[in-house]
């Protein structure tokens, strides 16, 4: 019986892709995707399928035995604003998964294990200019907080037990294919479908707030490429900056209107402005370029292009 890889997570936003992607590569059979519900059912209905709760251990653990897992991607997670708003569940969920799939490592029933950070690991007293990869780390959010423990229990568990445990810290995500999951960096993808269907976006930032970003496409690649890249190559264990590009809702405002001439924007910060004010304007990814060969794909035209591609053909206008 081959092994397989079981995703856990895998109707989320890059769950959903990175699931696609894997079983392109891997085969359909030998990807196993989970989640709690079946909300997304042409993921559901496009492969090998469980339901399982993250927070379950041993749904797990029977998944892993009877399917031969040897790879867990674990991508289930309660994101940054979100998780102001039920601080609780987001860290029973961020940690108790973690350790669960930890320990399935741990004691043998798994070989490998991907696990993603953010740079919500970062806070207002961290460098906000090419934020290296060894820096101050305080928090401010409860995702954030899950996220910079999870890094210290992964490196632990690599160092102590010889778990295979390799992670990324996601900048913001955009894709046109899988709505946003309640994080800061969201309105980088609701803009663009504003655009196609309104012609107008309130944004819940100011216009000059610079965050790090990057195309689903070069999110799905890294994922992969650092899974696929020899153990002995990987200096880092708790979780490897990532970067692409860095902009504001201004610039993808005037990125989008250089194709959309008619569309407008307004403005109106909420309660994620200050989260986005704690986090880093742009990475310093060079270790990951140097251990793994990191390189990504998409400036912020080139995506603005093909997220207006897609999406005028999603909602069928000319």
Request: with cysteine; aromatic share 10%.
């Given at each position: ?131 290296p ?16 423990v ?73 994922t ?19 970067s ?11 990125s ?6 008619d ?5 109106k ?25 990191w ?6 035209d080139?995506?603005t ?7 005028k ?6």
């Open positions: 019986m081959p092994s397989k890889i079981l995703i856990i997570g895998a109707c989320g936003q890059i769950g959903s892709e990175l699931t696609t992607k894997l079983r392109e590569i891997h085969g359909t059979e030998n990807v196993i995707a989970s989640d709690i519900n079946t909300r997304k059912l042409d993921l559901v209905n496009s492969g090998p399928f469980e339901i399982i709760d993250a927070k379950n251990f041993n749904a797990i653990k029977d998944c892993c035995k009877n399917h031969n897992i040897d790879t867990v991607y674990l991508m289930a997670a309660l994101l940054s604003a979100t998780g102001e708003k039920y601080p609780m569940e987001a860290w029973d969920l961020n940690m108790n998964s973690l350790f669960h799939v930890l320990n399935l490592a741990k004691g043998g029933n798994i070989k490998r294990v991907y696990w993603p950070s953010s740079i919500a690991v970062f806070g207002p007293t961290t460098p906000r200019e090419d934020t990869q060894h820096t101050i780390c305080e928090p401010t959010t409860v995702y954030g907080i899950t996220k910079q999870g890094e210290r229990w992964c490196e632990y568990y690599y160092k102590k037990y010889g778990v295979d445990v390799r992670s990324i810290r996601y900048p913001g995500i955009i894709s046109h294919k899988a709505m946003p999951g309640g994080g800061t960096t969201d309105y980088a993808v609701e803009i663009y479908h504003e655009a196609i269907k309104k012609g107008t976006y309130e944004c819940f930032l100011s216009e000059d707030t610079s965050l790090p970003m990057m195309f689903m496409d070069d999110a799905i690649k890294a992969i490429d650092l899974m696929e890249a020899p153990g002995e190559n990987l200096t880092i264990r708790s979780s490897y900056n990532l692409a590009i860095s902009f504001t809702p201004k610039e993808i405002y005037e989008i209107k250089a194709q959309m001439p569309f407008e924007i307004t403005y910060p909420d309660f994620r402005q200050a989260i986005a004010d704690s986090w880093p304007s742009s990475i310093d990814d060079s270790v990951a370029r140097q251990d793994w060969n390189q990504h794909s998409f400036d912020l080139a995506m292009a093909e997220m207006l591609r897609a999406l053909k999603k909602y069928h206008t000319s």
